[in-house]
């Protein structure tokens, strides 16, 4: 009796479950359920088209002909809520540079040291917030 087996790569000990899950599940697609998924990100991810329409790759699901494994449903869902989630973080993390860094006046050092961040992200954040500040005051 052959048993098959699958092995992911050494993943960060922080990884969010989702992405885990996410992982998990496209590793026990069918070749041919993993290649309909990378060819819609291939297609979509790598344009200059802008924002991806969130019911693009459902459509390409329904259109597509191929019986769905039920994981594929569920990749297509936990996509879904992991983009939401790096969303709200990419917001938080915005709103939290804005207020400490423009409000209250902190350095980007003292921000990545109070709130254990990377300070290559502060830095973005704040450079925007003072590029935009300087804008609007010529304006």
Excluded at 106 to 115: D, H, N, R, T
């Amino acid at each position: 009796m052959k048993t098959e087996y699958i092995q992911l790569p050494p993943l960060p000990s922080d990884v969010p479950p989702i992405f885990v899950q996410m992982i998990w599940l496209y590793a026990r697609m069918p070749g041919q359920e993993q290649e309909l998924l990378l060819k819609f990100m291939e297609e979509n991810l790598n344009k200059d088209a802008g924002r991806l329409d969130e019911t693009k790759f459902s459509k390409i699901l329904d259109d597509s002909g191929v019986e769905l494994n039920p994981n594929v449903i569920e990749y297509n869902d936990l996509m879904g809520k992991m983009i939401g989630g790096l969303i709200v973080q990419a917001c938080e993390l915005a709103s939290l540079v804005y207020q400490s860094h423009c409000i209250e006046g902190k350095s980007v050092e003292e921000i990545e040291k109070e709130f254990d961040l990377e300070e290559k992200l502060i830095r973005l954040i704040a450079e925007y917030y003072d590029k935009r500040s300087k804008q609007d005051e010529v304006d």
